[in-house]
């Protein structure tokens, strides 16, 4: 294959941004295909969420060493923040992925509002090259065909890195991983919100006032559940269920407390018990979602939520904190070995289970543990992780600096993995 042709990182999240930083140190060509406006579009979606993590688990290091690196005046333009401080979203953003995005390094070979429709293998010769060829398969380049300002195009790349994470594919509101009946109805009507809503910022008078039914047992549940006990304080008549899918298991639902090393994320299961035994939220058990049915405009709360075991629930919105899932459709012409229970590579899915793993238990793992049948193709990220929610940053980085060695051909380096993350609390509570 030819040498010269990029390297395609989809995705400028902050894992597809420190491949790029990877590739740059190790001087592979390569380009970063973005499909929002901006980089980090996803966590524009969620900018005025507090991570649980400091900025020491959020940075990736040869991201820093590029960004503290001199220009040619000899200054160093980028002040690295704090590293026991805790960023929201936007901070995440203004503080180290813009200006990293900016960098003289990486900017020339970003482009943004690029969305990637569709990766096979391109035949060199010209011919066609579909996933049931085998000979000589892998020495042929990537085809990456994609949508942009200016229309459809095309482009060759030597390797791909899917960074493009699992945000767009929150998993449904309804009950065994698939939607409820009306749950497409009740989303166009805006009675089911996005995982991730701002009740104390800009989506405030939609949720001042209203009978509010959030749904999962997750750090996404456990954030909105506290914005809304936040919003009840000033807006009395606001009412919160939390509705959770099994038997309530209190290690599982509030966390590791004062024992987490991550002393936010313990904090957080801390804040949410407080919530629950004050009586500002009702939980409720066994809420398996069958059926979604927006009433007439003159009823008084606009959504009932029908269950499994014959209870109704009347709401103003619900907010279905489910999780999220990858979408895989763009692969659908590559040869992907996938783990059947979390849709993770699968050597990495015996690693993840979140039935035995939290975000600190999972081992480092690299190029060797992300590979596919398809030669140089490899999904990083939380997409990586498929349907488990413990993925870490910090994981996500190890991740692409393994991969750059492999594709430069340091196969020690991309070997040779190291993590150190927390060990205590229950990512996925």
Not at 245 to 258: C, E, K, Q
Not at 316 to 338: K, M, Q, W, Y
Request: charged share 20%; net charge neutral.
């Amino acid at each position: 294959m030819n040498p010269t042709l990029p390297i395609a990182i989809i995705g400028a999240g902050p894992v597809g941004l420190a491949a790029a930083a990877h590739l740059t140190e190790r001087k592979q060509p390569f380009i970063v295909l973005e499909s929002g406006s901006t980089v980090a579009s996803a966590i524009e979606s969620w900018q005025h969420v507090k991570l649980f993590s400091t900025w020491q688990y959020n940075l990736d290091r040869a991201a820093q060493r590029l960004l503290e690196s001199q220009d040619e005046a000899g200054d160093v333009q980028w002040e690295r923040p704090r590293a026991t401080q805790l960023p929201t979203g936007r901070e995440l953003i203004d503080a180290y992925l813009a200006p990293l995005a900016a960098h003289p390094a990486i900017a020339p070979h970003l482009r943004v509002r690029h969305r990637v429709t569709a990766i096979t293998r391109a035949s060199i010769t010209g011919g066609s090259f579909d996933k049931t060829r085998t000979t000589n398969r892998e020495a042929q380049p990537f085809l990456v065909r994609l949508t942009a300002p200016n229309g459809e195009g095309e482009l060759l790349a030597r390797a791909v890195i899917d960074a493009t994470g699992t945000w767009h594919s929150p998993n449904p509101a309804g009950r065994s991983g698939i939607p409820a009946i009306g749950e497409a109805a009740a989303r166009e009507q805006a009675t089911v919100t996005a995982p991730l809503p701002d009740p104390l910022g800009a989506e405030r008078a939609r949720f001042a006032g209203k009978r509010i039914l959030i749904l999962g047992s997750g750090h996404s549940a456990a954030t909105t559940l506290i914005a809304l006990g936040r919003l009840r304080q000033h807006e009395p008549s606001t009412e919160i269920l939390w509705g959770i899918r099994g038997v309530a298991d209190a290690n599982r639902l509030y966390g590791g407390g004062a024992a987490d090393e991550l002393p936010a994320r313990g904090q957080l299961g801390v804040s949410l018990r407080r919530l629950v035994d004050s009586g500002a939220a009702t939980l409720l058990e066994g809420v398996a979602v069958t059926t979604l049915t927006v009433e007439a405009s003159n009823a008084p709360h606009p959504l009932t939520v029908g269950l499994a075991d014959g209870r109704t629930l009347h709401v103003d919105l619900l907010v279905p904190a489910t999780g999220f899932r990858p979408n895989h459709s763009i692969t659908s012409e590559l040869r992907l070995a996938l783990d059947d229970p979390t849709e993770a590579p699968i050597a990495l899915g015996s690693l993840i289970a979140p039935e035995f793993h939290s975000c600190g238990t999972v081992p480092a793992h690299g190029a060797e543990a992300l590979t596919h049948p398809e030669r140089n193709f490899y999904v990083v990220g939380a997409k990586s992780y498929g349907r488990a929610p413990t993925f870490l940053l910090a994981t996500g980085y190890e991740q692409v600096r393994s991969i750059a060695a492999e594709l430069s051909g340091d196969g020690e380096a991309a070997r040779a993995v190291h993590l150190s993350l927390p060990q205590t609390g229950v990512c996925s509570a």
